[in-house]
């Protein structure tokens, strides 16, 4: 795509440095056991450090790459985020994290239902589609891993 | 005669019935996210009860060399891989798929699969002994060596910076240490979160950074009005077969390593279908003319991978049957089946049971043999379902498979937060250029490295992991692949260097 978000790499190695310093302090918090080499931190430990030393040179240079970028080139495009696009990824990482969270108290069948219409109808499909798919699919996976492969799926306080 | 008297009670109308409907069976596990061979053959142990011993364990081979094959269906149509073995080239499966190859990508792989899993049967019937000496001689200084070739092998086979291909696999290892230490049951990186003191499976792990990583793309570009279509393309059966056995036949010499390595890695104890199939991709990437296609839909490495992995299950049952040492985590579960009924076994086992272990071997390579016709119904069939379906249908069911089947592994949501997670963490590295194959690589190996360099150094210090010429042969091994386009770019530039004056005079 011409005209994806360009600081992105720059804003995910920056990430990738900042989980890694917040890994190490973890790191360190772990029983040697009185072993410092081959011990139960010794790995973590040079893992973490490494991925430091290596996150950082890439913050460097992804660093120096946004910067010429925006120096360069004053197309707004390039540094415009696509907020429809991460609003309907939000929207459905939201739905399954509620799903997840819902499904023990309200049970797998309308639970599961509810999330298929949802996604199918982001998917440009009539209510009646959607409706049709949500059913479907919600009843053949009952089928499939209840019924056939005795997957234990939540039944909540309906039963279903 | 022993040996018509075993044919005729394995074509037994009884045999064969059993055989198909765990074929079936195993079929229907590989196309399923998150189901996985070692928890199906877990399954048919209860039947095990009521079955006579090569009926037993005729019903475990067929599932598992089946299911094995069947996971590269939904890697290829939804970028899931059914099961880990397909993980290593599931993204040049769904590449081919996009170029509207798909089903030609299966019927690769189901010709790579069932000749690659004979090549093991054959091994497994003429060099078991031998085989099974060079596996017990690996100490844990060899296996520490061979996973570092995996993990250095993984980074050399992808495209993309150097330094992210190394955060990916370093990332990876750091994933893998969550939990309880494998040597000392310390507990690590888990946060005081109950959920991670048994540390991450890599299901979940997976299914999120394929599948779930999929349809986050997919509803992204969706909302900014951008519709991922996959091109379906009507293919007749000889076409497929033609297609897939010339393919084969191109790149025999992969076809020929592939399978090799992968029965050498299934005598492993440990090592099973998923690491064969990784490395043998990434060996056979190393030394390709055409690295470029690699990760975008390459056929080499296909072959490549998907007749190592079932070359591996065969290669599994070597230390299996002369040592009663697992291969992989199936032939754990055949070698229970086996105390089960009544049967040791040990070196003595093919004299003792000689019946036995030579129905076994025809039994393999009916399993084998069936991939095809199977096989290639079920590309047609699923093909159609799968590329034809819109995508308000197939979306909400992808990410349906990939939260059941991240739930299926342990029946905790847990795995389904963790599958999210990764969904979003691997959308991430695939759209700024981090490889994600090495990360997953490094997870799967992560806590292997570990325990073996923990052995290592407390058998010797540093000096156990140099004192053994197999390590030392591994190491060189390492150097060489890491070194090898350039000592090849040397050679042939020295060359050019030689001929060019001739040439010279020549054009004078």
Do not use: H
Not at chain 1, 29 to 50: H, S
Not at chain 1, 101 to 116: A, C, D, H, M, N
Not at chain 2, 224 to 246: A, D, H, N
Not at chain 2, 304 to 326: D, K, Q, T, Y
Request: include cysteine; glycine fraction near 8%.
């Amino acid at each position: 795509m011409r005209d994806e978000f360009k600081a992105g790499s720059f804003f995910l190695s920056l990430s990738f440095l900042i989980i890694f310093i917040f890994l190490l302090r973890e790191s360190l918090k772990i029983n040697t056991l009185g072993i410092e080499w081959g011990g139960p931190r010794f790995f973590p430990l040079i893992l973490t450090l490494l991925l430091i030393s290596l996150s950082s040179v890439l913050v460097v240079i992804e660093g120096i790459k946004f910067f010429k970028l925006i120096t360069s080139n004053r197309d707004y495009r390039n540094f415009s985020i696509k907020w429809e696009g991460i609003i309907s990824v939000i929207l459905v990482l939201l739905a399954s994290i509620i799903y997840v969270l819902v499904i023990k108290v309200i049970g797998y069948f309308i639970t599961t239902f509810i999330l298929s219409f949802i996604v199918s109808l982001m998917f440009k499909a009539r209510v009646i589609d959607a409706l049709l798919v949500a059913t479907i699919i919600t009843l053949s996976t009952l089928f499939l891993f209840k019924v056939l492969l005795s997957v234990p799926l939540p039944e909540g306080v309906f039963g279903w | 005669m022993v040996g018509i008297d075993i044919i005729y009670e394995v074509l037994s109308p009884k045999m064969i019935t059993v055989m198909i409907i765990t074929s079936l069976y195993g079929l229907f596990i590989g196309t399923m996210p998150g189901l996985t061979a070692t928890m199906a053959a877990a399954l048919l142990v209860p039947f095990a009860f009521w079955l006579d011993p090569l009926t037993a364990l005729a019903m475990i081979i067929v599932m598992d060399v089946l299911a094995i094959w069947a996971g590269d269906v939904p890697a290829t149509f939804v970028r899931i891989p059914g099961t880990p073995a397909s993980a290593a080239y599931t993204d040049d499966m769904y590449e081919l798929t996009k170029g509207g190859k798909g089903q030609i990508a299966l019927s690769i792989s189901l010709l790579a699969s069932t000749f690659g899993g004979l090549i093991g049967v054959l091994i497994l019937i003429f060099f078991s002994p031998q085989l099974a000496r060079f596996a017990v001689n690996f100490s844990s200084s060899e296996f520490f060596w061979l996973v570092i070739f995996g993990l250095v092998s993984s980074i050399l086979a992808v495209r993309g910076p150097p330094i992210k291909r190394v955060v990916s696999v370093l990332l990876g290892l750091l994933i893998a240490l969550v939990g309880f230490d494998p040597v000392f049951y310390s507990s690590r990186l888990t946060f005081n979160i109950p959920e991670l003191e048994g540390g991450l499976s890599y299901i979940p792990i997976l299914i999120g950074v394929f599948g779930m990583s999929e349809v986050i793309r997919r509803v992204y570009y969706k909302a900014r009005g951008i519709t991922i279509t996959l091109p379906y393309t009507e293919f007749k059966t000889l076409e497929l077969t033609v297609t897939g056995l010339s393919t084969l036949r191109k790149y025999f010499t992969r076809f020929i390593t592939g399978s090799l390595i992968g029965t050498i890695i299934g005598a492993l104890p440990g090592a099973g279908a998923d690491i064969a199939a990784w490395l043998s991709y990434n060996i056979s990437y190393r030394f390709s003319k055409n690295k470029d296609v690699y990760g975008k839909g390459s056929e080499e490495g296909l072959v490549a991978a998907s007749s190592a992995n079932n070359a591996s299950l065969a290669g599994a049952w070597i230390p299996s049957l002369v040592f009663g040492i697992p291969g992989d985590s199936v032939t754990a579960i055949v070698l229970g089946v086996m105390m089960m009924k009544g049967i040791i076994p040990g070196p003595k086992i093919f004299i003792e049971q000689g019946r036995l272990v030579t129905g076994l071997f025809i039994v393999f390579m009916i399993a084998n043999l069936l991939i095809i016709p199977l096989g290639i119904l079920t590309i047609k069939a699923l093909g159609r379902l799968f590329l034809k379906t819109p995508d308000y249908i197939l979306v909400p069911s992808i990410l349906l498979f990939c939260i059941v089947g991240s739930y299926a592994v342990d029946f905790t949501f847990f795995n389904v937060v963790v599958m999210i997670l990764f969904g979003i963490i691997g959308f991430f590295m695939q759209r700024y250029g981090f490889p994600t194959p090495p990360m997953i690589l490094g997870i799967i190996l992560g806590k292997i490295l570990e325990t073996y360099f923990v052995m290592t150094y407390m058998k010797g210090g540093v000096i156990a992991f140099f004192n053994r010429p197999l390590s030392l042969i591994l190491i060189a091994l390492i150097i060489f692949i890491i070194l090898a386009p350039k000592l090849s770019k040397i050679i042939i530039s020295k060359r050019y260097e030689y001929k060019s004056p001739v040439t010279d005079t020549s054009n004078k």
